[in-house]
């Protein structure tokens, strides 16, 4: 059967209808994919493992009538999640070959839903840039300009996309790392509000960070937090679930709300690019025309030391990847196992004492319930998903001779997205428009707490007022 170029471009619920009805067999779309990947990888290097052969038997494996939401569809995983028979390496020459023998317990609910997994995508190394350039399997590029970031951390995962080598990609967001890849790369990025989603079984809690997915249109995310979203035996703490699923919220009527537009970066020193500005200008007047009422508001979360405060938690955050791949060698760790970035990170965080930790946890929590109490008079709040235009290939790394230079300039391109997961609110990015440079020009909307019904309402007005699905990058041409 001859499949259309532009069939991975569709929702992956649409898809899955595809597969369930007859119209469309797992098997036939899952190599449809892999064919897409094979011939794409070579200039987008989206992906660090491919799995052609686990693909296409778990694919068999489903027939015409399967009820799961998800039955057949290919999806691609992040590399910093245990699946079960494939490489975990975090982008780094320290996991070396480690397979691990279970699945993160998101995996297993994907698995659960009918996905088939079809390989792993590629991240900065341990997850810690906004970037995609691991030493390891070279830069990621963007379908849109390959001169340009697809961001980060879930770059691979946002090109595998864009590029429509699969409909759907997981990713997971400890300071922006869904919601910038989505910006660059003309997607939706949802991160689920604190406790939605699992960190199980290798954590019980993450203060910064949650699992997600990028997708072409709110429905897909809605569809997949539905399977994403939920307790887990032992998890330490979870968001209270929804009245009913995400995805039937989400085409819910919006109503009229009062929403805030914030235009000031969390950190000092960050400058609005115009373009960025205008995008969150036009989305304020679409708003307004779409019955709410927009306000321009003073950022709540500009404050001196926020990016000191932040790093001393996400530090120690994304070097447990670090100490897991010493423990995996069995010796400790030395500068030549990982980039000059990740290794600076290391021994400060291993430097960084108990109490200056905990100091910086608990400011941060404060921080976060003034963040949360000035904003709680609005039901939801605008921002730019950037500063910045995405940056060429080669601006942000962690292969330099100053990481730490590198770690601000990465603050200064991404202000806007590392202070929501300090306060733990949902929020999404969305790719509205399109800029004068030929690349997508993104928004951020925030919701309220555990909000993410509310907010995906109105994110799908929005995608009904000015859709973005149709668009494809020069990749694609």
Avoid at 5 to 22: C, F, I, K, S, T
Avoid at 251 to 280: K, T, Y
Avoid at 320 to 326: F, K, R, Y
Avoid at 345 to 368: G, I, K
Wanted: with cysteine.
């Amino acid at each position: 059967m001859t499949l259309p170029g532009d069939l991975l471009l569709r929702p992956a619920v649409e898809l899955a209808g595809l597969v369930r009805r007859g119209e469309l067999s797992a098997v036939e779309l899952v190599e449809h994919s892999l064919r897409r990947i094979d011939a794409l990888q070579p200039s987008l290097n989206a992906f660090t493992h491919v799995e052609h052969e686990g693909a296409l038997r778990a694919a068999r494996a489903i027939a015409r009538g399967d009820g799961r939401p998800f039955a057949g569809v290919p999806i691609a995983i992040k590399d910093n999640r245990a699946v079960a028979g494939m490489p975990l390496t975090n982008c780094s020459d320290l996991f070396a070959d480690y397979v691990p023998d279970y699945d993160a317990n998101c995996v297993r609910r994907l698995r659960d839903a009918g996905f088939v997994i079809v390989g792993k995508t590629s991240l900065p190394e341990m997850g810690i840039l906004p970037t995609t350039e691991p030493r390891r399997f070279g830069p990621a590029r963007n379908p849109w300009a390959a001169d340009r970031t697809p961001g980060g951390s879930s770059g691979g995962s946002a090109v595998a996309v864009a590029a429509g080598m699969v409909p759907i990609a997981h990713g997971n967001d400890g300071g922006g790392s869904i919601r910038i890849p989505a910006a660059c790369c003309g997607l939706v990025g949802l991160k689920p509000a604190r406790g939605r989603v699992s960190a199980g079984p290798d954590a019980g809690h993450s203060f910064l960070a949650v699992d997600g997915v990028l997708a072409r249109t709110v429905g897909d995310c809605a569809a997949a937090l539905d399977v994403l979203a939920g307790y887990e035996p032992g998890d330490a703490s979870w968001a209270p679930p929804p009245a009913a699923p995400f995805r039937e919220l989400a085409q819910s009527p919006a109503g009229s709300l009062r929403i805030a537009l914030v235009l000031e970066g969390a950190f000092e020193d960050a400058v609005l690019d115009g373009m960025c500005e205008r995008a969150a200008l036009d989305a304020a007047g679409l708003l307004e025309r779409l019955g709410h009422r927009v306000a321009p508001l003073r950022a709540p979360w500009v404050r001196p030391g926020l990016l000191a405060d932040f790093t001393r938690a996400f530090g120690p955050l994304v070097s447990l990847a670090t100490l897991q791949g010493q423990r995996l060698r069995g010796r400790d760790l030395e500068p030549a196992d990982v980039e000059p970035l990740t290794y600076e990170m290391f021994e400060r965080a291993r430097s960084q004492d108990a109490l200056e930790m905990a100091c910086a946890q608990v400011t941060l929590e404060r921080t976060a319930r003034e963040i949360v109490r000035a904003l709680s008079p609005y039901d939801a709040v605008l921002t730019p998903a950037l500063a910045q235009r995405p940056v060429p290939v080669g601006e942000i790394h962690g292969n330099g001779p100053d990481p730490w230079g590198c770690y601000r300039r990465s603050a200064m391109f991404t202000p806007y997205t590392a202070v929501v997961n300090v306060t733990g609110l949902p929020a999404v990015s969305l790719p509205l428009y399109h800029g004068d440079d030929g690349l997508p020009l993104a928004i951020q909307l925030i919701g309220r707490p555990a909000g993410e019904a509310e907010l995906l309402a109105l994110c799908a007005q929005l995608e009904r007022a000015l859709p973005w699905a149709s668009r494809t990058p020069a990749a694609l041409a």
